[in-house]
């Protein structure tokens, strides 16, 4: 139980144009997903809390017009990286909040975005 | 604000030998403590948690945490490491109810010798 999966695992695109990822609960509702992006051997940083049916809260810092996210139904939450450019490179990983209301989270292999 | 330290960025050990994974945490109050490990280019899986009640936190892979709030830290350990323990481990902490996304360490390489 509590599986989470991220399409597509990983994206070629060019610098201007956007990307969307998506993250989905398969086996549970979580009204609550988390979106973090990880740079090469470094930790993980959270971008963003998305709720279902309301809008994210962003970390300081994070462009909330550049990451775009929309939690539309209970199991899938998206990603959108707007006018990427080759800085947004990254591998970007969303959890899950669990059932048990401890702040335990599922995570997803995570996207691998890459700009050129 | 809370913040989570872990000061060794490389661990070198020989296959069959005793780990140990230093984790320190500050949080004002009493710390929900996870323990994720993460392969090359792939997710985070988690080994345990501890939230209440006994210090010691078993896990999966055979590994354990010790949870003191004396020290604030929160140490992993594992009797006898196997190769394909070869990986990188975060600790991380968060708050009750889950309402918050959890703040990670930068994490520990963990390198097998055979």
């Known amino acids: 139980g509590a599986v989470v999966s991220q399409h597509p695992s990983w994206v070629i695109c060019k610098s201007g144009t956007s990307v969307k990822i998506e993250c989905r609960s398969l086996?549970?509702?979580?009204?609550?997903m988390f979106w973090y992006r990880q740079f090469p051997k470094q930790s993980l940083m959270l971008m963003a809390t998305?709720?279902?049916?309301?809008?994210?809260?962003?970390e300081q810092g994070v462009e909330k017009d550049k990451f775009l996210i929309n939690h539309a139904s209970l199991t899938l939450s998206t990603l959108t990286v707007t006018s990427a450019h080759p800085e947004d490179s990254s591998f970007y990983i969303c959890?899950?909040?669990?059932?048990?209301?401890?702040?335990?989270?599922?995570f997803g292999p995570g996207t691998r975005l890459t700009v050129t | 604000a809370q913040s989570v330290t872990q000061p060794d960025i490389h661990i070198t050990v020989s296959e069959g030998a005793s780990l140990e994974l230093r984790c320190n945490y500050s949080?004002?109050?009493?710390?929900?403590l996870f323990w994720y490990v993460q392969s090359p280019g792939q997710g985070l899986q988690l080994l345990l948690k501890?939230?209440?009640?006994?210090?010691l936190v078993q896990g999966i892979k055979g590994f354990e945490a010790e949870f003191k709030r004396s020290q604030s830290s929160f140490n992993l350990r594992k009797p006898s490491v196997h190769w394909s323990d070869a990986a990188e481990y975060f600790c991380?902490?968060?708050?009750?109810?889950?309402?918050?996304?959890?703040?990670f360490g930068k994490g520990t390489h963990l390198i097998i010798q055979p």
């Open positions: 959890s899950a909040q669990g059932s048990s209301g401890r702040g335990e989270q599922y």
């Open positions: 086996d549970f509702q979580a009204t609550t």
């Open positions: 998305s709720n279902e049916g309301s809008k994210a809260t962003y």
């Open positions: 949080y004002g109050a009493t710390p929900y």
């Open positions: 501890y939230f209440s009640g006994d210090t």
């Open positions: 991380a902490v968060g708050q009750g109810g889950g309402a918050d996304g959890l703040t």
